[in-house]
């Protein structure tokens, strides 16, 4: 059974400490997050997960975005739109990925480029790699404040015009070596979004990606899970530990994905117990089988301590060598 991360992970900046780093720093192309974006991947190995992320550690899911994607800016800790929404001339997370991918070849050989994960409809067992995760269009429109070409009556062209951005950033983390692309939507759930708007921009944003593809939407999707299975990707990923009565849905949905199974509660720092996920996981597999999981937290973890995210991704992957 494969372990992965939502994407983010509480990972610092790092200052310069080594000579050559204090003269990057002197010389202006020192870049404190790299040395984040190895800790967050030297961590999530640690801790025993198949296919980890960046850590997404230059922001919060909105600003890494919104701040690089031309027609978009990030001022006072908002998101604006300013302008038309244009395809980034550069890849926003092509080089850190990179960077994860080759600091966990160093510290295994089983890390490779576009590791294969699904093999038909059924999830591989024991293979690595690196994820990329890209937060969606509908999500970053919703989160942004609109100031200029846009208004509210052209949202929706706005949405599409961010996921042909975005599917532009898609593609330069494929080439990049990732192993799966992973689209952040959990503003579908509040019910702000028009879910059928908001498949096509996914259609678009995922338009000519040949690898694995994924949709994470947080929060209570008892109301439109049905509707996630018609997205064009191959796993749906929720939250299953925190919020309880999503389970319904596993009983009650024609399930056509394969589901990330939500395993632990990223919203408190309360460490669940091996056993306690065991459990947990027990009643996905009675449900979905286990060849139709992916096993990871809730959600991202940036917002809980270092020790604490480290400990309950340790505890999640052993709960899932319990199961083989």
């Not at 919703?142 to 961010?162: C, P, T």
């Not at 494929?174 to 692309?181: M, R, T």
């Not at 879910?195 to 939407?217: Q, R, Y």
Request: with cysteine; net charge neutral; aromatic share 6%.
């Amino acid at each position: 059974m494969l372990t992965t991360v939502v994407g983010s992970y509480p990972s610092q900046p790092r200052k310069p400490t080594s000579l050559g780093s204090k003269i990057s720093s002197f010389l202006g192309s020192y870049d404190p997050y790299q040395a984040a974006v190895k800790f967050a991947v030297k961590e999530q190995i640690l801790a025993g997960i198949n296919i980890i992320s960046t850590g997404q550690v230059r922001g919060d899911m909105i600003e890494i975005f919104s701040s690089q994607i031309p027609g978009m800016a990030w001022e006072e800790g908002t998101s604006k739109i300013k302008g038309k929404i244009l395809p980034p001339n550069y890849s926003i997370g092509a080089d850190d990925l990179k960077i994860a991918l080759k600091t966990a070849k160093n510290m295994s050989n089983n890390f490779k480029s576009g590791t294969k994960i699904i093999d038909g409809k059924n999830v591989k067992k024991d293979v690595n790699g690196v994820k990329g995760v890209i937060t969606g269009p509908t999500t970053l429109i919703l989160s942004s404040r609109m100031e200029g070409f846009y208004d509210l009556e052209n949202r929706d062209k706005a949405i599409v015009d961010m996921a042909h951005a975005l599917n532009k950033e898609a593609k330069f983390l494929e080439g990049a070596g990732a192993s799966i692309i992973q689209i952040d939507e959990p503003y579908l759930s509040t019910g702000m979004a028009d879910i059928s708007n908001a498949l096509e921009a996914i259609k678009i944003t995922v338009n000519g990606l040949k690898i694995p593809l994924a949709m994470h939407v947080c929060g209570d999707v008892t109301s439109i899970f049905g509707k996630l299975m018609k997205f064009p990707v191959d796993i749906i990923d929720c939250e299953f530990m925190g919020i309880s009565k999503n389970l319904e849905v596993l009983e009650t949905t024609d399930l056509k994905k394969i589901i990330g199974f939500g395993s632990v509660d990223t919203k408190t720092e309360k460490v669940e117990s091996p056993e306690g996920i065991f459990e947990h996981l027990q009643k996905g597999i009675e449900l979905i089988g286990i060849e139709n999981m992916i096993v990871d937290p809730d959600c991202g973890m940036r917002m809980l301590p270092r020790k604490v995210a480290f400990q309950k991704l340790k505890n999640m992957t052993e709960a899932v060598k319990w199961l083989s």
